[in-house]
């Protein structure tokens, strides 16, 4: 079987991102900056040879992503809700540090990344998380052998696809970027998984992003 060539997007920026909550499951539409991350994307992707699909999760932020690459490209998103985020339940909306100082032992159980912790009401745990990714990327990829595909999607799907990739633990601490907007490339094939490139920014050099960065640290 030919090989699928893969790319990867996570959604551009939102409010929650911003302010560093927990988004999950959560329906968060792009910021001003998000928008602009879309634009981005998609122009750098219509520039590169043409797409035979792409995938979104059905979340409003990667949708919104996917489209402005849609619209460039003439290409149909396909909305699937296995892409989704990880659920976090509880947690959804709260910073990590309120999370720290309100449930200490299960932001303890979190920050070490146990694989079957579920954070209250109705979280995923990591193991629960692979499987479905797994199985999402096998059957997708499988579906577009020999074509090049992409999908956006979020930073915890994103996370899993690398370690994946690389035949990491789920537990290996993280020393990858997962950066709004950025392009993670793969290669597919039954048998394996490869990176090819990883956390490429170079579109989102641009003077409105670079300026709102230099307000926030201002």
């Known amino acids: 079987m030919d090989a699928t060539r893969i790319i990867l997007i996570r959604h551009g920026e939102t409010a929650w991102n ?43 932020r990667a949708r919104q992503t996917a489209q402005a690459t849609g619209d460039a490209t003439g290409v149909a998103v396909q909305v699937d809700a296995q892409w989704r985020e990880r659920a976090f339940g509880r947690f959804e909306g709260e910073r990590f540090d309120d999370i720290l100082a309100r449930w ?10 146990e694989p079957d912790w579920q954070a209250p009401d109705g979280g995923e745990s990591l193991v629960q998380l692979r499987a479905r990714i797994a199985q999402a990327l096998n059957t997708l990829a499988a579906r577009h052998a020999g074509q090049l595909i992409a999908i956006f999607t979020h930073g915890g799907v994103i996370d899993v696809v690398h370690r ?5 633990d789920l537990q290996a601490p993280r020393s990858w970027q997962l950066a709004n907007a950025a392009i993670h490339r793969l290669l597919w094939t039954p048998d394996s998984l490869h990176i090819v490139g990883w956390d490429d920014q170079q579109h989102l050099q641009h003077p409105q992003l670079m300026e709102s960065l230099d307000e926030r640290s201002a």
């Open 18 to 60: 911003a302010s560093t909550r927990i988004q999950g499951h959560t329906d968060i539409g792009l910021n001003a900056r998000g928008l602009l991350q879309a634009q981005l994307v998609a122009q750098a992707l219509a520039q590169r040879e043409p797409l035979a699909a792409i995938v979104s999760s059905d979340l409003s």
């Open 104 to 113: 200490p032992e299960e932001a303890q159980r979190w920050r070490t990344r």
């Open 164 to 168: 994946l990739a690389r035949g990491l």
